[in-house]
């Protein structure tokens, strides 16, 4: 890409064991996704709201081929997967932003840019009208 994506050493050393470089232990997925089921739970007993979850994408997740050859590990596929299971109602990024015409991140930061806020909001606007049908 130009300008070239910047990534942290910890996303590129095979040496480290960062986020995404090694599949997360499947048991450690549904974990997560019970707790999210709880937390869904108390908010809507304690504050009547309803908990719409937004996982999203870091930069290395989209672009890692950038960097290095390493496969993804599915990790957000599934969570998806594991929290839709579990009814908590899920914001899916990662295929918007992979759609994405424009990249999604700045390159020398870890922070969305304009153009993955403008798919992010409208994701999120998709969402809540489903929602309050």
């Known amino acids: 890409l130009e300008p070239p994506f910047l990534f942290p050493r910890a996303e590129t050393d095979p040496l480290l064991d960062p986020s995404g470089r090694t599949r997360r232990p499947h048991a450690v997925v549904r974990a997560l996704a019970d707790n999210l089921r709880s937390m869904r739970d108390q908010l809507r007993f304690r504050f009547g709201v309803e908990l719409v979850f937004m996982p999203v994408p870091g930069s290395y997740t989209l672009y890692h081929r950038f960097a290095n050859k390493d496969a993804y590990d599915d990790f957000l596929p599934r969570l998806y997967r594991e929290l839709e299971a579990r009814g908590v109602r899920t914001i899916r990024l990662q295929e918007p932003f992979q759609r994405s015409p424009d990249p999604v991140y700045y390159p ?26």
């Open 108 to 133: 020398a930061e870890t922070h969305v840019n304009l153009a993955g806020i403008i798919v992010a909001l409208e994701e999120t606007l998709k969402a809540t009208r489903r929602g309050s049908r």
